[in-house]
C-alpha cells in the first residue's frame, strides 16, 4: 500500500459522503452509460464521482465564475483530453462550449488543482512502516531486500519548432526524438511514489537525480539505508542500485535478472499510463517557458493514475507493443564508481544471490577440497 492508512480513510470518507449527497444532485456523468464513460474518460464512475469530488473541494470560486462553468463541466473537459489527448466534439457540445481554445484554460486550471493534489495522492513512504511494506514487497518480487522504489526518467514526446535551432536541440532525447522529462519512482506495484521536474529531453536521469528532492534527501542518508532501483544511465551509489555491467558469475547474472525483474514493473507503470491517458503520448508545444504547464499535467496524471489503481480500474487494453523504457544516457566519460557503494552491492550479492553458485562449480570445487 502506497498511501499512508490515514488518508485512505478519509478517502473512504468522503467517498461515502459524496454518495448521501449525490442522491438529489444529479451529475453531468450521469448522461453517459457505464461503456460510453469509459471510452470518454477511462476511469468509472466511482472514481470519477471522487475526482470530481476532491477537485471540487480545491478549486476557487473566483475561478468557477470567471470561467462560468460547474466544476463538473471543467472536470469534464479535463478527464476527456488526458484520456485522448484532444477534446471531443460531444463534450463540448454537452457543456455547451463553442470554442475549443477555452479548453486550454480549462484543462490548464483543473491540472493545476489535481496536481497540487500529489501531496496526498503520490506519497513517498516516510514511516518506517510504511519503508519496511514497500521494502517487504519488492523483496518478495525480486530477491532484492531494503528498496524504496524503482527510479527513472519517463519521457513525453512534444513538438518543438526546428527553426528554434538551440532549444530545439535541447528537446532532442538520446532516443532521437523531442521530448520533456521527468523523475518518477514508483513501488513494486506500479504505484507512484514521488514524481518530480519536468526537464527537456536531453537533460540526462543522473543530473535530474542530483538536483531532485528526493535524490538529494535520499543520497544525504535522511531516508535510512534504503535503495532505489535505478537502470544504467544512473551512477551506482550507497542508495542508487544499478545492474552490473558486465556480469562475471552466476550471482552476478542472477542478480541483473532480479535487477531487471524490478525494474520491468516502471515500464508496465508508464505503459499502463500512457494508455489510460493518452495525452502523455503527445503533450503538444513545448516552449522553455511553458515547461510547467506540461508539468502540472504529468503530475495531474499521475495522481490520477494512483487514484485509478485505488479503485481498481483497469486501464485500456494494450494496443500493440509496450514502449521500451529510456535506455539511458550513456556516459561519455568512463565514470568513477564509488568504492563503497561497489562494496555494498557485492555484499548484497553475495548475501543475495550467490545460492546459484554454491550448488555449481564453487561448490562442487569447495567439497572436494574438504574432502582432501
Ligand atoms: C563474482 O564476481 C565478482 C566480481 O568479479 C566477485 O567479486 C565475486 O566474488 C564473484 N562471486 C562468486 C560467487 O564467485
Ligand atoms: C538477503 O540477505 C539478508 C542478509 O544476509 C537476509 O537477512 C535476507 O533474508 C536475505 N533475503 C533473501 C530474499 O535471501
Sequence with gaps: MAFALPVWLAVQDELLRHGEADCGTPSRFDD????????????????????????????????????????????????NYYAHGVSSAVILQRIGLRQTDCTAIIVGTVSGVIAGMSDQFVSFPLTPDAKANVAVKTEELC???????????????????PYEKNTFRSF????????????????????????????????SEQEMWESSFRGREIEKDLHGPFWVIGGKGYHLSKHVLTPVSEPANDSEICFNKAHAKIHDVMRTTL???????????????????????????????????????????????????????????QHSAPVEIDPEALKARQKLIEDNFSFVSSSQDSGGNNITEDNV
Excluded: W
Design 271 to 329: 505503459g499502463s499510463m500512457k494508455r489510460r491517458f493518452r495525452c502523455l503520448m503527445q503533450l503538444g508545444f513545448a516552449q522553455e517557458a511553458s515547461l510547467s504547464k506540461k508539468s502540472n499535467i504529468i503530475k495531474a496524471c499521475s495522481v490520477l493514475h494512483n487514484i485509478a489503481k485505488k479503485f481498481s480500474v483497469p486501464p485500456p487494453p494494450v494496443a500493440g507493443k509496450i514502449e521500451a523504457l529510456h535506455p539511458g544516457k
Design 172 to 203: 532532442v532525447n538520446t532516443l532521437g526524438y523531442t521530448s520533456v522529462v521527468s523523475q518518477i519512482i514508483c513501488d513494486s506495484d506500479g504505484n507512484i511514489l514521488s514524481v518530480e521536474k519536468c526537464c527537456m529531453g536531453s537533460t
Design 143 to 161: 530477491g532484492i531486500p531494503s528498496v524504496l522504489g524503482v527510479l527513472a526518467p519517463a519521457h513525453f514526446k512534444i513538438r518543438a519548432s
Design 32 to 79: 453517459f452509460d457505464d461503456e460510453a464513460l469509459f471510452q470518454m474518460f477511462h476511469l468509472t464512475r466511482p472514481c470519477i464521482a471522487f475526482i470530481t469530488d476532491a477537485v471540487r473541494a480545491r478549486m476557487k470560486t473566483v475561478t468557477l465564475d470567471k470561467l462560468g462553468l460547474s466544476v463538473d463541466a471543467m472536470v469534464m473537459v479535463a478527464l
